[in-house]
């Protein structure tokens, strides 16, 4: 039931063109919030969506759609169109060019149907989906989105992107993906206005680190790396085995979502997967978006990072030792810290500390790419069959999974997320994985 991984396939592209704004855009310097440009976040992230062929759309063809409709979405995010700067202090700014986001047309000749009947990551040859145009890899003065449209064999089509994590979140990337769909549809304007205000996440004067922020700690390495022979997997929950998961938690835990469910059983088969001592800590973070946390709430159409990963901690043996509701009740309080002052202390953070790395060792961070829903994305062509993130991992930094939602082949809602493990230790999870869902080890 798995993507065929053994599949290649020739992609003949065209020159990278720069697409900018359909109309004039203020020329200006804009600045990122402190939240935005701290060092965990300056990093390219790629996204996938996967459309079919639809007859509705006759032989409109995609790459002129999603073209014509980027320049005209960049009219309205504008920012996007322009390039990064960097001054004083590491501090991010976007110098609104109007010079236009990278954009390559392809043709592959392959069909959807080659690649399987379920669609997950890693995907085959996606080097090839998402070219890395040389020297685009840099943070600043280069294009802040990378996009590349391959026309498919049977008339459907892949959308890859590539964007700066500085510019935004998940939810801020549902926001513009949203935005540009609707143009591709024929609307006149976004139904939502982006909203700027990054100034609503900046350090305050003087700065003051009022909350613990244990994601943020600086300590020294002494875990032998995990970082050699990485191999790429997805893994997968579908009803019967978020229903199995529910099953081991006790009762005053019922009410816990099934984020915290699949976080906490990640957590732990990955910690005994790479058969870390028991005497070490182990962290999670936990993406939390924090919108709705202040008060007023940020503004709809904010578009720029609005989230906390605070981090849960705890001694490797205690995680695999304890029954499964220790680690989900960790997962449940630890999602609890983030409030409109945590949010104010991070910016604050930033500022003191030099915009900071999170903590990287014994470490592992997770992203609910749910709500984003950007499977729904419809640029004329439907549902997308798949829609989410391309792999697993953050720039440098492979301890990261996103949750993705995905339909499976009896058209259940499931969850799929990518992870990059050492291969041995990717046996160990992948059986550690197994055995959990068949309540096989549990203490």
Request: net charge neutral; glycine share 8%; with cysteine.
């Amino acid at each position: 039931m798995a993507i065929s991984l053994s599949l290649k396939f020739t992609v003949r592209r065209c020159e990278p063109e720069l697409v900018p704004p359909a109309l004039p855009t203020p020329h200006e310097t804009k600045v990122l919030s402190d939240i935005d440009d701290q060092d965990g976040l300056r990093f390219q992230i790629p996204i996938v969506q996967i459309y079919r062929k639809q007859a509705s759309m006759g032989e409109r063809d995609p790459v002129e759609v999603l073209r014509q409709a980027l320049s005209q979405t960049l009219v309205f995010y504008y920012p996007f169109a322009g390039r990064l700067r960097e001054g004083p202090h590491r501090k991010l700014m976007v110098d609104c060019t109007g010079e236009g986001a990278m954009f390559i047309q392809a043709h592959a000749d392959v069909t959807l149907d080659q690649f399987g009947d379920f669609l997950q990551p890693p995907f085959p040859c996606f080097h090839e989906l998402l070219y890395d145009v040389p020297a685009t890899q840099q943070l600043t003065n280069t294009p802040l989105l990378l996009v590349q449209v391959t026309r498919l064999k049977c008339g459907g089509f892949i959308l890859a992107i590539r964007l700066n994590h500085t510019m935004s979140d998940g939810h801020g990337l549902s926001l513009f993906l949203n935005a540009w769909a609707e143009m591709a549809r024929g609307a006149s304007k976004p139904s939502i206005a982006p909203v700027w205000r990054r100034e609503l996440l900046m350090a305050r004067d003087p700065p003051r680190i009022t909350c613990k922020h244990n994601e943020y700690e600086q300590i020294q390495d002494t875990l032998t790396s995990s970082h050699h022979n990485l191999v790429h997997r997805s893994f997968f929950f579908g009803p019967v085995d978020i229903a199995a998961l529910r099953g081991l938690i006790p009762q005053h835990l019922q009410h816990c979502s099934t984020f915290d469910m699949i976080t906490a059983c990640f957590w732990r088969c990955r910690t005994k997967a790479l058969q870390i001592e028991a005497d070490e800590d182990v962290r999670m973070m936990v993406i939390v978006n924090a919108r709705a946390r202040f008060n007023p709430p940020l503004p709809v159409g904010y578009y720029g990072n609005g989230f906390a990963y605070p981090a849960a901690i705890t001694k490797a043996g205690k995680l695999c030792g304890n029954p499964f509701g220790y680690a989900v009740e960790l997962i449940n309080k630890v999602k609890g810290e983030v409030t409109e002052e945590y949010m104010h202390s991070v910016a604050d953070l930033m500022v003191t500390k030099g915009r900071c790395l999170f903590t990287t060792v014994g470490s592992c961070i997770v992203s609910d790419l749910t709500r984003a829903k950007l499977r729904e994305v419809d640029f004329g062509w439907g549902e997308a069959v798949y829609g989410g993130v391309a792999q697993g991992g953050a720039g440098e930094f492979p301890g990261v999974t996103f949750f993705n939602p995905v339909k499976n082949e009896k058209g259940e809602e499931c969850i799929v997320f990518p992870i990059w493990l050492p291969a041995e230790a990717m046996e160990r999870f992948a059986k550690e994985f197994n055995a959990m869902l068949s309540h096989q080890n549990q203490p």
